[in-house]
């Protein structure tokens, strides 16, 4: 499994019209996700104190579009990059993702263990 921290309100889109397309696949052309042991810290270094977020949990097998494992900022760790939509039949779980009342994020996936 593959895991996106999406807004709320953009799931809620995509709930309305079949599949979820970040704002990423538009500028980028492919959508930002996480493997398992990357969540907190993408959460951390990216989404600070955001209270509308939700946590998507991907099946790449239910995926038309391809997954490219990448680095596009330099670094040496890859990550997974969803290059077209995702329909609504690969989003397997959405997670409530809020940090906490210190602005930490917590979770824990049983696809790490």
């Known amino acids: 499994m593959i895991f996106h921290i999406a807004q709320a309100r953009d799931w809620t889109t995509a709930q309305t019209i079949g599949e979820y397309q970040a704002a990423s696949l538009i500028t980028e052309g492919f959508i930002h996700c996480s493997d398992p042991h990357q969540v907190l810290e993408v959460a951390h270094r990216l ?7 939700v946590l998507l949990e991907i099946d790449p097998q239910r995926l038309d579009a391809e997954v490219r494992y990448e680095n596009c900022e330099g670094g040496e760790e890859q ?3 969803v290059y077209g939509s995702i329909p609504l039949t690969a989003v397997t779980t959405v997670f409530p993702f809020q940090p906490n ?10 696809s790490e263990n």
């Open 79 to 81: 990550y997974p990059h």
């Open 47 to 53: 989404f600070c104190d955001r209270k509308d977020l």
């Open 101 to 110: 009342a210190e602005g930490k994020f917590t979770w824990s996936s049983t």
